[in-house]
């Protein structure tokens, strides 16, 4: 994969990009499912004490595929060399190059084309137009 991505190599792996972050979020919302289930047995056996090992072990075991899903995607994307700022909002950076130096071309899903960047020190709220310097 690209150290650097054009504006076109951004655009290009955004149907790849896109099916990936909807099944993490998928997986993402699974898990804190589960976690939230996790943490009510918790405080419900510690204030009556009733028995939930049970649950708790069920919970447990659909605990680990979902850890791994999760761990496979940030994978891939460490692979693609895309950074992701914010899973819930399928918000990414593509690390490319402007006049030189290092810079992130910014996406957020449910945007059509990659049409932002910033600089490494900043972030969304910093975001700028792409210009024809990514061409």
């Not at 994978?75 to 810079?103: C, M, S, Y």
Request: include cysteine; glycine fraction near 8%.
């Amino acid at each position: 994969m690209p150290t650097f991505y054009t504006l076109r190599e951004a655009n290009e792996r955004l149907p790849e990009l896109t099916t990936l972050l909807l099944h993490l979020q998928e997986e993402g919302r699974k898990l804190a499912e589960i976690h939230g289930e996790q943490m009510a047995l918790r405080i419900r056996v510690r204030s009556n004490g009733h028995n939930v090992e049970e649950r708790v072990a069920a919970l447990k075991k659909g605990e680990a595929p979902l850890e791994e899903e999760l761990r496979t995607g940030i994978e891939q994307l460490a692979a693609w060399n895309i950074q992701v700022k914010d899973l819930e909002r399928g918000l990414v950076d593509f690390p490319a190059l402007r006049e030189g130096r290092t810079v992130f071309l910014c996406w957020e899903m449910g945007e059509p084309e990659v049409g932002f960047w910033h600089e490494t020190t900043t972030g969304y709220a910093n975001r700028q137009p792409v210009d024809d310097q990514f061409a």
